[in-house]
Each structure stands twice: as C-alpha cells, then as structure tokens.
C-alpha cells in the first residue's frame, strides 16, 4: 500500500490527498465563515461562555467555523460528504468548487454526493446561479428522515432554541432546493458504499446521520455537525447551539459520542473542526477535549 500525504494549505485554497492501493482520500475546505456568539450556548450568560473560551486563549467574541469536506475517490467512483455554502454564505466561504479544481477535480466527475443533513452549509453549494446544478452527474443521497421532515408542513421545531418563525422560512429555502433537485435525490436508510455506513444521529436534525468510512485497514467516523467547536461544545455538551432542530436531544447525541469514541480511541472527522478536521476525544477529569491530527496519518 502507497500511503503518503500532499497537503496544500494557502490563503487561498486548502486540500488534502491521501492515497491507498483503492482509494484516494481528500479532504477540501469549503473556507471559513464568522458566526455571532449569540449562536452558541443559548441561556448561558455570555459571562460564562467569554470565560470558557478564555481558557483557551480565544478572546474573540465570535465563533469562526470551517467547513471540511471529504471525498473518496475509488476505481468506479468519486463520493463527496456534504457540497459546502455555494455562494450565499458571503465572505469566507465557497470555496469548494475552486479548491477541487485546484485538487484537480473537475464537478462533472462526481458520481455520488451523500448528505450528512440538509442545513443550508451543507447542501447550498449543489446548486448555482439560475438553478444550475453545479455537480451535474452526480446521485444526491439524503436519509428519509431527514427528507420527510423538511418536506413536512407540520415539522416540529419547538424543540429548539431558534424562533419557530425563522425555522419555518428556513425550511421553505430547504424544501425549494430539493424541489430543484427532485430529478436527483436517492433517499436512504442503511448502507449506501462498502467503504460508507451511515450511522442515524437524530437531534442537530431529525435526519442528521454520522458516518463510519472503512478503507481498506483505515477506519474512522465522520461525525457530521455533532460538534461545532473543539472547546465549548467538548467541554459542556448541553450548551449546545441555535441550530440543532431539538436541542435536547442534540445534547444527548453529543455526550453520547464523547463518550463512545474517548473510551474506543475511534480517530473521528469534524465537519466544522479545525483543519484538515481529523483527530480525537480525550477525557480528563471528567471533562472532553479535541486532539487535533494535522495531518491525516494512515496505517501502514
């Protein structure tokens, strides 16, 4: 087995290659966006939140999220995790179709798209200007839940910490994108790949689904949105944020994983982690803490 890393990291673009015998491994960033801290720990004092942070030596008021995209590349297929903000998340991201490019990886050649939710950061980057679909070849795959729930006119959003209003204009955007991409879309339950399993995590949305990526003797989990941050949300998982649809339960997913993956030593992915988005959960003292891998490190 070949396994070398080629990582590019400038200000203007970021990839990673990893290569095995069967599969090419990629993680692309779709950029950074800037969010409020008002997102963040709803019905804590942001006293408290300041000084969780501090502890890090983060005194920024703001929260700056990446967006770590991975594509797995096989002899039959290109499979990309989750189309990034398209270009309606302003300065700082979108940046996903210049940086494949860069990778060297035309849109037309993606054969599958797998979402891990339908958020908008997720899936806004599948569609351009006048409607065009910016991965014009490609199977879209949503999980049923998920799907049924933003088609519902009766979707539940009391659960969360966000008004109701708001969900409710999110979710008409959401139902006309996926009306827009009806022609495309492949509903799923279970298995999908060899190399993909998806693992149903309810709570960010009802849909919202992890996934375990086995390639070849590599294996690691794809945790999707269950964490946003590597500090706030280690550290006191029942903070939580705005976005999770039922925000109990989102909680309760993200204890959940801490302690699975602190206990099995499982490496695990993060959507919104720091670049390239790979490490792992530490407990100390009761208390979670994200170890960060800079570069992805296969085994031999």
Same mark, same amino acid.
């Given at each position: ?20 015998? +069967?599969?090419?491994?990629?993680? /692309? ?6 969010? +409020? ?20 030596? /983060? ?22 995790? +989750? ?32 979402? *891990? ?13 006048? +409607? ?46 996926? *009306? /827009? ?9 279970? *298995? ?6 998806? /693992? ?101």
């Amino acid at each position: 087995m070949n396994n070398n890393v080629d990582p590019i990291s400038t200000s203007d673009s970021k990839f990673t290659r990893t290569h095995f015998s +069967d599969f090419d491994l990629l993680v /692309i960033s779709d950029g950074e966006v800037q969010y +409020d801290n008002s997102c963040f720990a709803p019905g804590v004092s942001r006293i408290s939140l300041q000084q969780a942070r501090a502890k890090h030596n /983060i005194l920024s008021p703001h929260f700056k999220l990446t967006h770590n995209i991975l594509l797995i590349i096989s002899k039959n297929s290109v499979v990309m995790i +989750d189309a990034g903000n398209g270009d309606k998340a302003g300065p700082g991201a979108g940046k996903l179709v210049a940086n494949l490019k860069i990778a060297g990886i035309e849109p037309y050649e993606l054969t599958d798209i797998v979402l *891990t939710h339908a958020h908008p950061d997720h899936i806004y980057g599948l569609i351009g200007n006048n +409607d065009q679909l910016i991965f014009p070849n490609a199977k879209i795959h949503i999980h049923q839940k998920e799907f049924d729930f933003w088609q519902d006119d009766d979707a539940d959003f009391s659960k969360s910490k966000s008004p109701a209003s708001s969900l409710k204009e999110l979710q008409q955007e959401i139902k006309s994108m996926l *009306t /827009i991409l009806r022609d495309k879309l492949y509903l799923f339950n279970d *298995t999908l790949f060899d190399f993909l399993q998806p /693992i149903h995590a309810p709570g960010h949305t009802p849909g919202h689904c992890m996934f375990a990526v086995t390639l070849g003797k590599e294996a690691f989990i794809h945790m999707a949105d269950i964490f946003h941050d590597e500090i706030v949300l280690f550290a006191r998982p029942d903070w939580g944020t705005v976005f999770d649809v039922n925000f109990d339960l989102a909680a309760n997913a993200r204890q959940a994983v801490l302690e699975e993956y602190a206990q099995s030593g499982q490496k695990v992915f993060g959507y919104h982690l720091p670049w390239p988005g790979f490490g792992y959960i530490n407990k100390v003292d009761k208390v979670y803490e994200w170890v960060q891998e800079q570069l992805y490190n296969p085994k031999d």
